[in-house]
């Protein structure tokens, strides 16, 4: 039998909420006060388990700057955003799926030309990256625009290395709605494991690796813009991605060719692959 405040406390603090506060901030703590007290109850939370939950948050406040999002990489961890990605994106069948953002967009890219090379002087395999952006009836859309962005062949982004900046940039679809750009592909890596996330990671007994991507942002005037990825088929994390990225439909085959010409009307003097792949976008409602 524990003290009655144990069972009275809940109703006690959603009390304290205001009559007149914002209905919706209102819905929002009132439930984030329930779960959280009906968390504490389920697990029987000790005072020495609080104070290391207390020190975690904490840590977890104290890594983030300018460059580094550690809550952003907690909620992606537990899943938390890509629960608020799939219930904001119900989307129709034939839309092209979304994924999250990740801690490494930076927006104000370049402006690029078709087939322009975001991965000019870094090693790697080179790949192009092509297709068309059309809406879900399949029409071509003219003037869409493709803000791309991925990590070097050792599984950094740019911005992980300091004062570097590479593969980035934007794309505008042509008059029948193709894109086309050359890169090298994509590899997999682990996310920053360095701070608070990477150590509840280990004590989860769970691997940090996101498989093989491209990022993308895909935008045109008058229909719903979306963030997405393309994934490297085959890659071995597609089925334990770190922060549940991966939806089958977003994952494309690129497919190694020996030298010779490539996609962009050019000749390679080395293998590379190629990945093609329509995004379909919805009218604004
Ligand atoms: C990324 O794909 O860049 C990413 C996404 C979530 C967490 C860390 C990295
Ligand atoms: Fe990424």
Known sequence: ????????????????????????????????????????????????????????????????????????????????????????????????????????????????????????????????????????????????????????????????????SYARGKFTTDAEGRFGFRTIRPVSYPIPTDGPVGKMLLGMGRHPYRPAHVHTKVSAPGYEPIITHLFVQGDPYLGSDAVFGVKDSLVVEFVAHSAGPTPDGGNSTVPFHTAQYDFRLVKMR
């Open 1 to 164: 039998m524990g003290s009655p405040l144990e069972h009275t406390l809940t109703d006690a603090v959603l009390a304290r909420i205001e009559g007149n506060a914002d209905p919706r901030f209102r819905q929002i703590m009132t439930s984030l006060i329930r779960h959280l007290h009906a968390f504490v109850r389920e697990t029987e939370l000790t005072e020495a388990e609080w104070f290391a939950g207390i020190q975690f948050l904490t840590a977890t406040g104290q890594k983030c700057d300018d460059k580094r999002q550690e809550y952003i990489l907690l909620s992606d961890t537990l899943g938390v955003s890509m629960l608020v990605d799939a219930i904001n994106h119900r989307k129709p069948g034939s839309a092209t799926e979304t994924t999250v953002l990740g801690p490494f967009y930076v927006p104000g890219s370049k402006h690029l030309p078709m087939w322009a090379d975001i991965a000019a002087g870094l090693p790697g395999v080179p790949a192009y990256v092509h297709g068309r952006v059309l809406d879900v009836d399949g029409k071509p859309i003219v003037g869409a625009e493709l803000d791309v962005w991925q990590n070097d062949a050792e599984g950094f982004y740019d911005v992980q290395r300091p004062g570097a």
